[in-house]
């Protein structure tokens, strides 16, 4: 089971993290991504690692403000949100997959899947 932790309320230009943890499974061996979908629109990838960190992809809209990083010790995967604008503010997903080590994607399939954590830019 996978799950997000760290969404919450914040104002435009600040900051929020987030975590994403799993348990029955040990998230140091999957490529993890970050996928976000606002009301009314389909859920798209924002960033992904790959299972042995060495790739890292960033949809255009949050390249230069959001990192991704994986916390070996942990076996978490966190994902530092800077400078959010309101077209930020979405439902936030974490999801593992089982890719080889150097890869990771953008787009499904990933196998498994957070509930999500709902992240909201507003003054």
């Known amino acids: 089971q996978v799950v997000e932790s760290g969404g919450g309320l914040v104002q435009p230009g600040g900051s929020l993290q987030l975590s994403c943890a799993a348990s029955?499974?040990?998230?140091?061996?999957?490529?993890i991504a970050w996928f976000r979908q606002a009301p009314g629109k389909e859920r798209g990838g924002v960033t992904c690692v790959s299972a042995s960190g060495s790739t890292f992809k960033y949809t255009d809209s949050v390249k230069g403000r959001f990192t991704i990083s994986r916390d070996w010790a942990k076996s978490t995967v966190n994902l530092q949100m800077n400078s959010l604008k309101p077209e930020d503010t979405a439902v936030y997903y974490c999801a593992a997959g089982l890719y080889v080590e150097a890869v990771c994607e953008l787009s499904p399939p990933y196998d498994y899947w957070g509930q999500g954590t709902q992240v909201t830019v507003s003054s």
């Open positions: 029955g499974i040990n998230l140091n061996g999957f490529a």
